[in-house]
């Protein structure tokens, strides 16, 4: 089993940058892929970003392309993600998850794993 614990979140305005971080425990972290999903009360659990095992691969949710950033420090057993361009609509409960293999494979079911979230919420 891998713990999890997520940082970093808070209240800012839209335009504004926040950037999470995940520490892992318990688990050889450097031979997973990680990922962050985000959720408001009453809608699914939706894919925001993910990174291959090493950082070389990295996946992301078209509604945050090019303003998220997600990326790892194996050394630290840490995983990040950058959001820079906030906007209204990325206000949720930010959750870290950690894989079952080294890459992603599009699918929340290959996350085993997840940390009780970090929330963000953007105003207008």
């Known amino acids: 089993q ?23 425990s318990g688990r050889t972290f450097s031979s997973y892929a990680m990922g962050w999903f985000r959720q408001n009360p009453g809608k699914e659990r939706e894919f925001v970003a993910a990174i291959s ?3 070389s691969n990295t996946y ?4 945050v392309k090019g303003r998220f950033t997600i990326s790892r420090d194996n050394a630290k057993n840490t995983v990040y993600l950058q959001m820079n361009s906030l906007k209204p609509e990325d206000t949720a409960v ?9 890459y992603y494979h599009g699918t929340s079911a290959e996350f085993g794993s ?3 979230g970090t929330q963000v919420t953007v105003s207008s």
């Open 2 to 24: 891998v713990q999890l614990v997520e940082s970093g979140g808070g209240l800012v305005q839209t335009g504004y940058s926040l950037r999470l971080s995940c520490t892992a």
């Open 53 to 55: 095992w090493s950082g």
């Open 60 to 63: 992301y949710a078209d509604s």
């Open 94 to 102: 930010y959750y870290c998850a950690a894989g079952s293999g080294r």
């Open 114 to 116: 997840w940390g009780q």
